[in-house]
């Protein structure tokens, strides 16, 4: 539960020092005190090898966020934010040590799957690829998961609206 | 052939014809690619390749684990589905399974009947009004529900370290009773699934006196939204202590009662020893939370690992299991209804008094009284029920233990006062992915006795 590992002297750009090897490339952040760390989506499945290594052995939740609506969000300096957002939850038990992965993916862009790391991912890279439309190349089996096969569109996503089938009022106007 | 064409043009004259009907029905089932595929479809390299990541071993030895041999023909093996309409799927949940004889070979769980977008839903209720979108998902523990999206609302808001005592204590005096009541419907279901019906009669019946507490406190015996950010919605009832008492007194000789039909039953333990087993690795790597992973072994609990509210200050017992089996977890379930009165207990001794809710204007809505004595508290309780209260940009992500496992809440907030995105980590949802795994090899008569053994709540997993 402490949050503070070895060095605390050494956390100058970012706010929080990790008590874990922090994976090449990733840029650590901070989160009301929950660490966080942005990885590129190149150097996604190495970062969650790396960090399975340093003992985050499960994947405890794996999702996505669709920032279409809210580009301004703030984000450390070094990380370009992109439309959609997978956030990856790995938990170290041995540690009772959590950490958090955002990754930045583009539109129509896809992601390396992390089924061969975690298989826990199975159910949730699908729900994504569901709700968001965001492919995972490598996925066993990548269908939808909670729509129906024939569904059209990714329900998650901002300019996906709620209430597509438009209400009809008698003798109003459109 | 004629006479089949005979009949369909003579159902289209008699209009609704039973032949167009089932068709019709059966038409309606398919989910196409989501479907398990005959094995003749897929590469023995698929078919081993969830097996072994898994069980974090080669592809070959993988493959030594199936006991048919990789070019059995379609005579041999056959897939049937169970559900979505079945009595034991605790909802629409939907198995294919590929059997050989009476032996299950391959499992997929096809899911999202009960999909109704709660977390769309969440995107455009207020973080007060949230709460009564949450706790519809895990309906056999609402407050578990609540609890965590407050207590993330509350981490976002930075309000989480002054939640007053008395709210935190109350709160988990809410969260073990309704751990008793989830773990008593499960011995109901469970029984009723094995064939054990008089003891569903029993575990409704103690779950009901549960659900008549909850009543008391909160008005309603389900879907409470009671707690909301800040706190709480009102504070106990005159009388509260009794109710408990009576519940805590009422309860062991009902559980006696419980191991007397089930627990030491030679039929009962046949039909679970050794059935559905999952090994520790297999749990971590599915993820599994909850007596699941406390059944093979692994005593973790979020209540003990990483505590919240006030568990650090209570004392009780994490249960384990050996086996990993559905009888550890049937037994896991029983005990922890022992360990979660042993916790009543406790707060009922320590419960403070004091506030039940922040005092945050901002967050709390004033009392009924001063809104008609005071102009900002007229403000205030308009701005709160009208527009919300606004929540700070950020993102969280807060877990506790639910009777099912870890439940956890991810909210991300662009600064207004609804969740830009809100996403809950629903602990069936990870935990149906242990069927596949805890059926292979197992026989099709057990499938129920494992499907029960998860204690799977179709509205958490589909959401």
């Given at each position: 539960m402490t949050v503070t590992g070895a060095d605390q002297a050494t956390s100058s750009a970012s706010s929080v020092s990790a008590s874990f090897v922090v994976p090449q490339g990733a840029v650590v952040g901070e989160s009301r005190g929950q660490k966080v760390l942005f990885v590129e989506s190149a150097k996604y499945l190495a970062a969650i090898e790396s960090l399975y290594r340093d003992g985050?052995?499960?994947?405890?939740d794996l999702t996505a966020v669709d920032y279409l609506t809210h580009p301004g969000r703030s984000l450390p300096t070094g990380v370009v934010g992109e439309r959609f957002e997978v956030v990856v939850n790995l938990l170290s038990l041995s540690r009772r040590e959590r950490v958090r992965v955002r990754v930045q993916v583009a539109d129509n862009a896809s992601l390396a799957s992390i089924f061969d790391v975690h298989p826990s991912s199975e159910a949730m890279e699908r729900e994504v690829f569901d709700m968001f439309g965001i492919r995972f190349d490598g996925h066993p089996d990548l269908t939808r998961i909670l729509?129906?096969?024939?569904?059209?569109?990714?329900?998650?996503?901002?300019?996906?609206?709620?209430?597509?089938i438009p209400v009809q009022f008698k003798g109003a106007a459109s | 052939m004629t006479t089949i064409d005979d009949r369909t043009t003579e159902a289209a004259v008699t209009g609704a014809g039973s032949a167009a009907r089932i068709t019709s029905a059966g038409a309606s089932t398919s989910e196409g690619g989501q479907e398990l595929r005959p094995?003749?479809?897929?590469s023995q390299k698929e078919l081993m390749r969830e097996a072994g990541a898994v069980l974090r071993m080669s592809e070959s030895a993988a493959a030594a684990?199936?006991?048919?041999?990789?070019?059995?023909?379609?005579d041999q093996s056959m897939i049937i589905n169970?559900?979505?309409?079945?009595?034991?799927?605790?909802?629409?949940l939907r198995l294919m399974l590929e059997l050989q004889g009476e032996k299950v070979l391959r499992c997929k769980p096809i899911i999202?009947?009960?999909?109704?977008g709660m977390e769309k839903t969440g995107e455009s209720l207020t973080f007060l009004q949230g709460g009564t979108n949450v706790t519809r998902m895990d309906y056999l523990s609402p407050l578990n529900n609540e609890l965590v999206f407050a207590m993330a609302t509350e981490k976002l808001l930075g309000i989480d370290g002054d939640i007053p005592e008395r709210a935190q204590w109350m709160r988990m005096l809410l969260s073990e009773l309704n751990r008793m009541s989830s773990h008593l419907l499960f011995m109901a279901t469970n029984g009723m699934d094995l064939g054990a019906v008089s003891m569903m009669l029993y575990g409704w019946r103690e779950r009901e006196e549960v659900l008549r507490f909850f009543q008391k406190v909160?008005?309603?015996?389900?879907?409470?939204?009671?707690?909301?950010?800040?706190?709480?919605?009102a504070d106990l009832p005159a009388g509260w202590r009794d109710d408990v008492l009576h519940l805590l007194d009422m309860l062991p000789p009902r559980l006696a009662e419980y191991e007397v039909l089930m627990t030491g039953q030679p039929i009962w333990r046949e039909r679970l020893q050794g059935v559905g087993v999952i090994t520790q690795s297999e749990a971590l790597a599915l993820a599994a939370t909850g007596p699941i992973l406390r059944s093979t072994g692994l005593a973790w609990d979020l209540r003990r690992d990483?505590?919240?509210?006030?568990?650090?200050e209570v004392d009780f017992d994490v249960v384990v299991g050996a086996h990993g089996d559905a009888y550890d977890r049937y037994a896991i379930r029983l005990n922890e209804i022992r360990e979660s009165m042993k916790i009543v207990r406790q707060i009922l001794e320590r419960m403070?008094?004091?506030?039940?809710?922040?005092?945050n204007k901002k967050v709390t809505p004033p009392p009924r009284g001063r809104i008609d004595e005071s102009m900002e508290a007229l403000i205030h309780h308009f701005k709160i029920f009208t527009e919300g209260f606004k929540v700070p940009e950020g993102e969280v992500y807060v877990a506790i233990e639910s009777p099912r496992g870890e439940i956890g809440c991810y909210i991300a907030s662009d600064?207004?006062?609804?969740?830009?995105r809100m996403h809950v980590r629903a602990p069936s949802f990870v935990n149906v992915q242990c069927l596949p795994h805890m059926m292979r090899g197992g026989l099709v008569a057990d499938a129920v006795a494992v499907i029960s053994s998860i204690d799977p709540v179709l509205g958490e997993v589909d959401r």
């Open positions: 985050f052995t499960m994947c405890v729509m129906p096969e024939d569904w059209d569109g990714h329900p998650l996503r901002k300019d996906y609206s709620q209430g597509r | 094995r003749s479809e897929i684990l199936s006991e048919l041999s990789a070019d059995a023909g379609e169970m559900g979505p309409q079945h009595p034991s799927t605790h909802g629409v999202g009947y009960l999909h109704t909160t008005g309603l015996r389900m879907n409470h939204n009671f707690i909301r950010p800040g706190g709480l919605a990483m505590p919240y509210l006030k568990y650090r403070p008094s004091g506030d039940y809710r922040i005092q600064g207004s006062s609804v969740p830009y």
